[in-house]
Each structure stands twice: as structure tokens, then as C-alpha cells.
């Protein structure tokens, strides 16, 4: 009686032995599914660079347009991530008519000095949208990143909006 105790806990390891030794063999093979799509590969770009995310300007667009977006009526959160090379700033708030869009966090120059970058965050409101509604539907999320380079000597990063700022000091 004694000896089926003991086999039961050896039989388990050795099978457990037995089938963490095959995972060596998996790995390069293509049973493992992160082998699937094969190994990414750099080329060079000739000519402009171009963000695919961004559309295309079409023969009737115009290059020259005026941002039409305008301080956000309130923030309410602000976070500085970190990030290999850089941090990203993200900013949440609440504009005073539903459906923002566009949002963008633009660089104020002349508030900005050498140790304090200063930004005021910016959406479109549609011409026509209701005053009301809920917070839900009037809260728009933006982030910007900045590099190592533009966070040199930088101790302080504020962002604006209409009616409030929030700071993060590093």
C-alpha cells in the first residue's frame, strides 16, 4: 500500500519532466503559433515618410486650414507615463457641449519657459450639439509624447484648459 502512494507523485513528475522537455522542440516549429507570421523585417522608405493612421489630402483639400478647436471647458485627469526614450502626457476633460472631437494637446510658447512646458488642450465641438447630456458623452481622452530630447531640463509640465490646469512636477 505504501509503494502506490509513493508511485502516484513520481508517475506525475516524470510525465511532467517528460512533456517540459518537448517545449524546446515546439519552440522553433510551427505548431507554436508566435512562429506563425515569421520574423519582421526593416526597409528604407524613399522619399516623404507618411503616417498611414493620418488620411491622404486629396485635389480639393486645402493644407492651409485653420485649426477650428478651442480650450476645453474642464480637466480632470492628467498622467505623464514613462517610456523608453521618452513619456507620454495624457489628458482627460469634459467640454461643455456633447460630442468633442479632434482633440489636440498644442504647445503654448509663449507660457512655456525652460524648466516648465506649458500646453492647452483643444477640441472641436460640433456647431449644432446640445449643451446638455451626460459626462459620458462630453469627455475626450488625448495624449502626446514627448521625446528625451524635449523633456531636457524640464521639471514642471502643465496643461490648460478653459476653465482649470493641472501640473505634473518630474
Do not use: H, K
Not at 26 to 54: H, K, Y
Not at 119 to 134: N, W
Request: aromatic residues 6%; glycine residues 10%.
Amino acid at each position: 500500500m505504501r509503494i502506490s502512494v509513493i508511485r502516484r507523485p513520481a508517475i506525475g513528475a516524470l510525465v511532467l519532466a517528460l512533456g517540459l522537455s518537448g517545449c524546446g522542440y515546439i519552440r522553433d516549429s510551427a505548431i507554436n503559433p508566435a512562429n506563425w507570421f515569421g520574423r519582421g523585417q526593416v526597409t528604407e522608405v524613399d522619399g516623404e515618410a507618411r503616417n498611414p493612421l493620418l488620411p491622404r489630402l486629396g485635389a480639393f483639400s486645402r493644407r492651409d486650414e485653420v485649426y477650428p478647436g478651442n480650450a476645453i471647458a474642464q480637466i480632470t485627469d492628467m498622467g505623464i507615463d514613462r517610456l523608453p526614450g521618452g513619456a507620454v502626457v495624457r489628458v482627460t476633460g469634459v467640454s461643455d457641449r456633447q460630442g468633442p472631437y479632434d482633440a489636440r494637446i498644442v504647445q503654448d510658447e509663449e507660457a512655456s519657459s525652460a524648466d516648465t512646458l506649458v500646453y492647452t488642450f483643444e477640441v472641436v465641438t460640433p456647431r449644432r450639439a446640445p449643451a446638455t447630456g451626460s459626462v459620458a458623452s462630453r469627455t475626450v481622452t488625448a495624449a502626446l509624447y514627448l521625446d528625451l530630447e524635449a523633456l531636457e531640463g524640464v521639471r514642471r509640465v502643465t496643461v490648460r484648459g478653459r476653465g482649470n490646469e493641472a501640473s505634473a512636477r518630474r
